[in-house]
């Protein structure tokens, strides 16, 4: 589902025009990004947990040339589902 579809089923629901879904989706993604980018966490309870994972420093290989390479360590982005969305997609 693209973000447009998104907006699309969630003003189905709502009732609101698609103007305000969209401005209201788009606010809601900035904060989640703007709290994770601070080191923090973003939880809705019952469907999942937004956070920060550490990803230690490793050794790759190069794809073409097969050489061993160094890849930094690095802070990724994460989401673990909460039992409420577990329960609904498993069935």
Known sequence: MTKSEFVEHVTN???KSKKDVGETIDAAL???Q???ARG????FSGFGKFHIAERGAREGV???TGEPI???ASKVPRFTAG???KKA???
Do not use: F, N
């Open 70 to 72: 160094q890849i930094a």
């Open 30 to 32: 900035e904060v989640i």
């Open 62 to 64: 190069h794809p073409r």
């Open 13 to 15: 629901k709502s009732g």
């Open 83 to 85: 039992s409420g969305l």
């Open 40 to 43: 923090g966490e973003v939880t």
């Open 34 to 36: 703007e709290t994770l």
């Open 89 to 91: 997609v498993k069935g």
